[in-house]
C-alpha cells in the first residue's frame, strides 16, 4: 500500500518532483523513490507490507529494463499467479506482489486485470513503445487522480491523491457546482468530477494508454458487475453455503501480510463476521503467506452517546479470547489536529472525520499496520433500512413475503419510541410510511434535472432491492464510503482490507434475488446464517444497527460547542464565497440551541459548513 506519482511530457527537477511526492508522505512512510527519463517522472512512496526488504521497492524495473511500475494496492492472489508466472519461464527477485503484477502485465498484457484479487491504481511505463498503462480496480477502492492542465498541450499528470498535482497546475480552483450542493456530497465520486477543477479521477473497473507522442489518454472498460454474475443454486441452504466458501477464502487471501494485522471492531455483524473468520481460519486454513498475528481488535467508544457499541464489541473479544484496545474519542483533544485531517481528507462529507482519523491514528501508534474491515456488507446485502425497506415491491400482494420485509424493518430500530415511523410498529403504519416516502421519491426523481448514471445491460432483469442495492454500490453510498476510509487510514499510514469487496462476494450478491437477503425477516441474512457458528449468536443475530459515525449533535451542543460559534463569529466564515454563512450559521445554531435537533439536523449543518473548512485547511494550503 503506498502513493503513486507520474509526469510526462514536462521537464521537472528530482527536487520540484519529490516535494509533491511528499505530500503524500503519510500514505507511504518507509521509503520514497523517484525515476527519471527525459520528460518522464515516476514517484513512489512505499508503506511496506509484502517483501519488506530493498527488493520490493518502487519503482520497479523488469529484469530487462524495458517496463518500469509504479503501484498502490494489493493482489491478494499473488502467491497462485507467482506459480503460474514461474511455470511460464518468469523469473523473480522478490518475494513482493508487486513484482508478480509486473510480469502479468508482460505476459498477459491488459488481460491479467481480470486475473487479480485485489484492490490497485498502478501506472507501467514501456520505454520501448513510449506508453503508459493504468489501472483501477474493479470497484474504486484505490484512487487515482490525473491532470491535463500543466503548462504544455500534451501534458500529464497522476497521483494517489489531488495534493499532489496542484504544484503542476496552472491554476488550482475550486469546483464550485459540488461545493455549493451538499446533496452532492454522496454523488461524485463515482464520476470524473473532483472538488478541484481540472483534475479528474480515473474511473474503477477502467484501464487505458496514455501516448506522450500525440497527448491523448484512451480509457476503457475491462469490468462491470453485471457482465460477471455467477451461476448460483436454486436453495437458500446451498447459496448460503456457497457464500461461506466465498468469503472465508477472501478473507484467509486478505490474510497474507508480513506485518501486523487487526480489526477495527464495532460491535456489529460486519466487523465481528470479518475478525471471527480471521480467528477461524488462523486455527483452520493453510493459505500460504497467511499472517498468524491477527488479534488485535481497536474499537471506537464514544462514551455517554447513542453511538457507543462497547458492549457488542466486548461479546465478540470474549468469544474468541481474545483483548481489545479501546479507543475513546475525545473531540477537544482532536480539534487542534482537525485542520489536518481535513487537509489529508481532500474531499467534502456529511460530518466530521475525527473519529475515523482518531481510531485509525490508535492502529498505527500500537504497532498494527494492515486492518481487515467490514465494509461494503451493507450495501451489497441490504443492510439499511431505507434500501431494504423496497423489496416490498418486489414481494408484491404475498402476504409472507411482506411480513417477512416488515419484520426486518421493524425491528432494526429500538423499541424505545424514538423513531415517529414506527409509532405503533404495525405492519400498517411502516407501509403507509413508506408508501409516501416512496411516491415523494419519485417527485423529486422527475423534477430533478441531475443527470442520472447509465445503467449497464443486464440492470433492468434484477429485482427492486438489487436495483437499489447496484446503484448504492456503484454510484453513490460504496464509492464515497471506500474513497473516505482510504483516506481515514492512509492519513495515518494504515492498509484497510475489505474482505467483502472481493469481486467474487459482490458477483454473488448480484447474483442472489432479495429473498436470499432479508430471509428469516432478518437484514444481510445470508452473513448470518452463514458465519453465525464462529460468532457470537448475540452479535450474529443483532437486529438494531447503530453504524460506526460521529455523534455530532452530542458534540455540537457540547464539548464543540464554542468552537462551532468561534467559527461562526469569524470574519473569514463571513466572507467565505463558497458558503451562504447566514443559511450556514442558522443550521449550526439549529443544532446547538434546539434540544429536537437530529443527527440528520447535524449532517446538514456540518454539510453546509464543510466548504468553508474545507477551503481554510486544503485549498489554501494547495495554493501556497
Known amino acids: 500500500m503506498c502513493a503513486i506519482f507520474g509526469l510526462l511530457n514536462k521537464i521537472v527537477d528530482e527536487n520540484s518532483a519529490r516535494e509533491a511526492l511528499d505530500r ?18 515516476l514517484g513512489h512512496r512505499r508503506l511496506a507490507i509484502l517483501d519488506l526488504s530493498s527488493a520490493g521497492a518502487q519503482p520497479m524495473t523488469d529484469a530487462s529494463g524495458r517496463y518500469v511500475i509504479v503501484f498502490n494496492g494489493e493482489i491478494y492472489n ?23 503484477l509486473l510480469y502479468a502485465y508482460i505476459k498477459w498484457g491488459k488481460d491479467c486485470l481480470n486475473r487479480f484479487n485485489g484492490m490497485w491504481a498502478f501506472a507501467i511505463w514501456d520505454r520501448e513503445k513510449k506508453e503508459l498503462f493504468l489501472s483501477r480496480d474493479r470497484y474504486g477502492v484505490k484512487p487515482l487522480f490525473y491532470t491535463r492542465y500543466g503548462m504544455n498541450e500534451r501534458f500529464f499528470a497522476f497521483a494517489s491523491e489531488m495534493k499532489a498535482l496542484t504544484p503542476f497546475m496552472k491554476e488550482v480552483r475550486p469546483n464550485r457546482h459540488l461545493l455549493s450542493d451538499p446533496t452532492l456530497m454522496t454523488e461524485y465520486e463515482s464520476t470524473g468530477e473532483c ?7 480515473f474511473p474503477a473497473g477502467c484501464c487505458g494508454y496514455f501516448y506522450p507522442a500525440t497527448g491523448e489518454l484512451k480509457v476503457e472498460r475491462y469490468y462491470e458487475t453485471l457482465s460477471n454474475l455467477m ?3 436454486d436453495s437458500y441452504e446451498e447459496q448460503t453455503a456457497l457464500f461461506r466458501e466465498i468469503f472465508l477464502d477472501s478473507c484467509a487471501i486478505r490474510m497474507r501480510s508480513d506485518v501486523t494485522l487487526g480489526t477495527a471492531l464495532s460491535g456489529g455483524l460486519d466487523s465481528s463476521a470479518t475478525i471471527c473468520s480471521m480467528a477461524h481460519l488462523s486455527l483452520n486454513s493453510k493459505t500460504e503467506r497467511m499472517g498468524h498475528n491477527w488479534q488485535h481488535a481497536y474499537v471506537a467508544a464514544f462514551p455517554g452517546t447513542v453511538m457507543d457499541e462497547r458492549k457488542y464489541a466486548k461479546m465478540v473479544t470474549d468469544h474468541l479470547w481474545i483483548g481489545s484496545t479501546e479507543v475513546v474519542i475525545d473531540p477537544i483533544k482532536a480539534l487542534p489536529k482537525l485542520e489536518n485531517y481535513l487537509y489529508l481528507f481532500e474531499d467534502v462529507y456529511l460530518t466530521s472525520p475525527i473519529p475515523m482519523m482518531e481510531l485509525y491514528g490508535a492502529l498505527r501508534a500500537d504497532g498494527t499496520i494492515v486492518t481487515l474491515d467490514g465494509h461494503g456488507a451493507d450495501e451489497l446485502f441490504g443492510g439499511y433500512t431505507f434500501d431494504f425497506i423496497n423489496a416490498l415491491k418486489d414481494a408484491g400482494s404475498d402476504e409472507n413475503d411482506r411480513k417477512m420485509i416488515l419484520d426486518a424493518y421493524i425491528e432494526s430500530f429500538p423499541n424505545d419510541g424514538s423513531n415517529a415511523a414506527l409509532k405503533d410498529r404495525s405492519y400498517e403504519a411502516v407501509e403507509r410510511t413508506f408508501r409516501k416516502r416512496d411516491l415523494k421519491k419519485r417527485l423529486k426523481g422527475m423534477l430533478s ?20 442495492l447496484y446503484k448504492s454500490v456503484h454510484t453513490n453510498i460504496l464509492p464515497t464510503l471506500l474513497r473516505n476510509y482510504d483516506r481515514y487510514s492512509m492519513a495515518n499510514s494504515v492498509e484497510i482490507r475489505m474482505p467483502f469487496m472481493d ?3 459482490v458477483e454473488l450478491a448480484f447474483s442472489i434475488g432479495w429473498r436470499s437477503k432479508l430471509h428469516g ?10 458465519l453465525s457458528d464462529i460468532m457470537p449468536k448475540e452479535v450474529a443475530y443483532r437486529r438494531t444497527k447503530i453504524g460506526f459515525n460521529t455523534p455530532i449533535v452530542e458534540w455540537m451542543k457540547g464539548p464543540m460547542k464554542e468552537y462551532f460559534e468561534d467559527i461562526c463569529a469569524d470574519t473569514s466564515f463571513a466572507n467565505c464565497d ?14 446547538i440551541y434546539d434540544e429536537g435537533a437530529t443527527l440528520a439536523d447535524g449532517e446538514k449543518a456540518f454539510s453546509l459548513l464543510y466548504p468553508y473548512l474545507w477551503e481554510m485547511s486544503f485549498l489554501k494550503r494547495c495554493r501556497s
Open 24 to 41: 503524500m508522505v503519510h500514505r507511504g512512510p518507509d521509503d520514497g523513490m523517484i525515476w527519471q527519463e527525459g520528460e518522464v517522472c
Open 78 to 100: 499473488f502467491v497462485e499467479l507467482k506459480k503460474e508466472l514461474t511455470a511460464a519461464g518468469c523469473e523473480f527477485k522478490s518475494n513482493s506482489d508487486t513484482e508478480v
Open 195 to 201: 472538488v478541484i477543477e481540472e483534475i479528474e479521477r
Open 231 to 233: 451461476e448460483v443454486p
Open 449 to 468: 434535472m441531475r443527470r442520472e448514471n447509465k445503467m449497464p445491460e443486464g440492470f433492468d432483469k434484477l429485482d427492486s432491492l438489487n436495483k437499489i
Open 503 to 505: 469481486h467474487r462476494v
Open 521 to 530: 425477516g432478518y437484514s444481510k441474512s445470508i452473513i448470518r446464517d452463514a
Open 578 to 591: 463558497l458558503i451562504n454563512p447566514g443559511k450556514v450559521k442558522a443550521a449550526v445554531n439549529h443544532v
